[in-house]
């Protein structure tokens, strides 16, 4: 039986909270944030199967690079309240395999997110 879970977030400076940090950690990787100089090292977080950077057709390709884009965000949004992503964290069936739960998140990212306009960068969990 599914187990029903989300949550949604803002990453919010006014909240002290960092984009580039949060982008690190979600991914399990390494990155320098530009706007404080602060290097982020989760690397040797655990559980990670699939991260992923998805683009609407008109961003620029070097969004592709996960440190690329959340230093833009970070350099774009100059107010110390600025709003700068959305989290949102969602339960996958632990019915389904791993590449079903990741062709199931591609396919709602794109319809609710990547067909607005919005860049999203997806990273798939296993507690198991």
């Not at 970070?74 to 990741?102: D, F, Y």
């Amino acid at each position: 039986m599914a187990i029903y879970h989300c949550s949604i977030k803002i990453i919010s400076r006014g909240k002290g909270k960092s984009v580039v940090a949060a982008a690190a950690y979600r991914a399990a990787e390494t990155i320098t944030n530009h706007y404080d100089g602060m290097t982020h090292d989760y690397t040797s977080k655990r559980g990670i199967i699939h991260t992923e950077i998805m683009l609407p057709i008109h961003a620029p390709a070097e969004y592709a690079n996960r440190s690329t884009l959340w230093n833009a965000v970070e350099k774009k949004e100059k107010s110390g309240v600025a709003q700068l992503a959305r989290e949102i964290e969602l339960a996958l069936p632990i019915e389904l395999t791993h590449e079903q739960n990741i062709a199931l998140v591609r396919a709602y990212v794109q319809r609710h997110f990547i067909s607005a306009g919005m860049c999203a960068d997806v990273s798939v969990q296993s507690f198991a």
